[in-house]
């Protein structure tokens, strides 16, 4: 139950900092980011990746592992945050069977890419790369969503 709401809490993550990239393009009003968004948003998260695995001090054989599991799920998941992105801007009805099954397929993907990676790492490396993970993840939000003209109120 837990990888399913820090999957669902990635996906959303994904969600709206790509809409947020998209409303700092000039837009008064939301929209979805177009392929250039996604894409820069996609290779930022995945470079929050690399900073996170690399600061954790995995052995050799652990960082080969890594990289068979993020070979195996990372451009699948990237594939399916795209579709997921289309999806949503065609229909933006949470009831729609589509749209459900589309999220619980990335859902499941990014599962399985974490049980991969927690398994790659070992316990205590996982727990650290998390909290790598999540600082970066930070960082990656702020620039988003911060940069441009100034901070948004809230």
């Not at 954790?56 to 054989?61: N, V």
């Not at 949470?94 to 619980?104: E, G, L, S, T, Y």
């Not at 999540?134 to 940069?147: I, W």
């Amino acid at each position: 139950m837990k990888n399913l709401i820090k999957s669902v809490v990635v996906i959303g993550a994904c969600l709206s900092a790509a809409l947020a990239m998209a409303q700092k393009s000039g837009s008064a009003s939301p929209q979805m980011p177009s392929a250039q968004q996604m894409d820069k948003m996609m290779a930022a998260m995945k470079d929050a990746h690399k900073k996170a695995v690399n600061s954790i001090g995995l052995t050799a054989d652990q960082k080969k592992k890594v990289a068979a599991a993020d070979a195996r799920h990372m451009d699948k998941l990237y594939n399916m945050q795209k579709a997921l992105m289309k999806r949503g801007a065609a229909s933006r009805n949470a009831n729609d069977p589509a749209m459900r099954k589309a999220v619980n397929e990335a859902t499941a993907e990014g599962k399985a890419w974490q049980s991969e990676l927690k398994s790659a790492m070992g316990e205590s490396k996982y727990k650290a790369y998390q909290t790598a993970m999540q600082k970066e993840m930070q960082k990656v939000f702020k620039q988003l969503m911060g940069s441009g003209s100034g901070k948004r109120g809230g």
